[in-house]
């Protein structure tokens, strides 16, 4: 077993880990498709919440459809904001890269 010295050490390196352009890209449109599931299955859950089962909901089965709805709507959200930032950051490191290699 590794002692803590060792894991601090190896965990706190100043070089960021690299990932190639399609592990980029894998991971975002996983990103991208995990938000957009969620997404579609809160408007579903809305809409037939909304129409074909409102006269089925009643007592604690409406309390937890409705609290199902927003907790797929919160986590959309979630996704959404992960992504933003992520894409935002990326866009960062692209742009540092460039000037760094710029020739002066």
């Known amino acids: ?43 579903w859950l809305c809409i037939s919440g909304l129409t074909w089962l409102q006269s089925r909901l009643n007592g604690l089965g409406f309390v937890l459809y409705w609290t199902l709805c927003a907790g797929a709507a919160i986590l959309a959200c979630m996704v959404a904001l992960n992504d933003a930032v992520l894409t935002r950051a990326e866009l960062r490191a692209e742009a540092r890269e460039r000037r760094e290699s710029k020739p002066e």
């Open 1 to 43: 077993m590794p002692n803590q010295r060792t894991l601090m050490a190896t965990s706190s390196s100043p070089e960021p880990p690299r990932f190639s352009a399609k592990q980029i890209a894998r991971r975002r449109r996983d990103r991208r498709y995990r938000g957009l599931f969620y997404l579609g299955s809160s408007v």
